[in-house]
């Protein structure tokens, strides 16, 4: 008989009470949650919180979940159905123009969108790189910001991208598609020739 | 297919989504064609830039506070479903099992019979008892439209019902199964 998947081990031991594996659990998708939260809401206090939020409701909800194995997509989902409530309810985060402040900072600083035309030699310093890449991948539409940051991201394969996005597996592909055509014409001239 | 639809369709392409033959076109074009190779190779490193560069770290300690929610019991759990019971892989199995148990059970068990016989003797014997000459020609009736008919078995028992509801009850033989004339 095949060994089972340590991970659902522990969605099974979390399931039945067992904190420590619960832990696990955080340790390995906590980064992934994280990220596409804060994809969608772009702000990195409230993705920490709602980070937070999606595995204590994880933890209410696990003994209800059938199949261990499907915890990957199942809190994915999670993630993504709270991130939408949260921009519903907070709709300030879809009227921000991309002159207002950026981020948590709170001296400001614009929201920078890369511009091809200057000299990419002039970005050395990683941290720049990092806001370009960010800002171009924040100038995507949720759902595309969404499939980027599972799939390239997270390494997400499109099957289970389509799971947590209830939506069909072409779909997802398009919608990949096009966020690979918006990136590469924002971040082309990062790259050498 | 000219570098600017191949070019259109490069991303299309980098996801396979495209239908069999136009992959094999822009496939094709990337072989001969060095500049749109170059926009592909382009575009793929732009998307290691964003897998290198685009993920953020999460502040520390984020785990604290959903450990404190948890054991100050300010969580509480959501209890399965009765019904859910039904959706484990034994009760699965069981009902899986009970169900080719049944089907089983049905091709075994001995049934009515299914089909009768063609032609029938003008004096065959019913419950016992020659029917008359009318009555035979009645049951032959119903006996040919019921070996073609979906309800044959009914309508063959509604004949002998409705012969044996004709004839005198001492007409009537004691012993099933048994064959005999009635003088």
């Known amino acids: 008989m095949a060994a089972e998947n340590p991970q659902t081990e522990w969605v099974r031991r979390a399931q039945a009470g067992d904190l420590q594996a619960f832990e696990q659990l955080f340790d390995q998708y906590q980064r992934g949650i994280y990220n596409v939260i804060y994809q969608m809401v772009r702000s990195e206090a409230d993705a920490a919180d709602l980070t937070q939020d999606v595995f204590v409701r994880a933890w209410k909800a696990l003994p209800r979940l059938d199949a261990p194995e499907a915890f990957t997509s199942w809190i994915y989902r999670i993630a993504t159905n709270l991130s939408r409530n949260w921009i519903r309810d907070n709709t300030r985060v879809r009227k921000e123009s991309l002159d207002q402040p950026f981020g948590d900072d709170e001296e400001g600083g614009t929201r920078e969108i890369a511009d091809t035309r200057g000299d990419p030699a002039d970005l050395v310093q990683t941290q720049e790189v990092q806001d370009v890449v960010r800002s171009a991948i924040s100038g995507l539409s949720e759902d595309h910001r969404t499939v980027v940051t599972l799939h390239h991201l997270e390494g997400m394969p499109v099957e289970d991208i389509a799971k947590v996005m209830h939506c069909s597996v072409g779909t997802v592909k398009s919608r990949l598609s096009r966020a690979r055509d918006a990136l590469k014409r924002k971040l082309a001239g990062f790259i050498e020739r | ?183």
């Open chain 2, 1 to 183: 297919m000219d570098c600017t639809r191949v070019r259109d369709l490069l991303a299309d392409y980098s996801v396979r989504i495209l239908d069999g033959r136009t992959h094999q076109l822009v496939e094709g074009h990337l072989q001969l064609c060095a500049d749109c190779k170059e926009e592909l190779r382009v575009m793929d490193s732009v998307m290691l830039l964003v897998e290198e560069h685009g993920t953020l770290a999460p502040p520390p300690g984020l785990f604290n506070a959903v450990r404190n929610q948890i054991e100050a019991g300010q969580v509480t759990r959501q209890r399965p479903a009765w019904w859910a019971i039904f959706l484990t892989t034994p009760a699965r199995v069981a009902a899986m099992g009970m169900a080719m148990g049944a089907v089983a059970l049905g091709l075994l068990m001995p049934t009515t019979p299914t089909s009768l016989p063609t032609t029938l003797d003008p004096h065959l014997p019913i419950a016992g008892q020659v029917a008359s000459g009318e009555l035979s020609s009645s049951i032959r009736q119903h006996a040919m439209a019921a070996t073609e008919g979906p309800l044959a078995d009914r309508v063959a028992w509604e004949a002998m019902a409705q012969i044996a509801a004709q004839q005198p009850d001492e007409n009537v033989d004691k012993k099933p199964g048994k064959e005999r004339r009635v003088e």
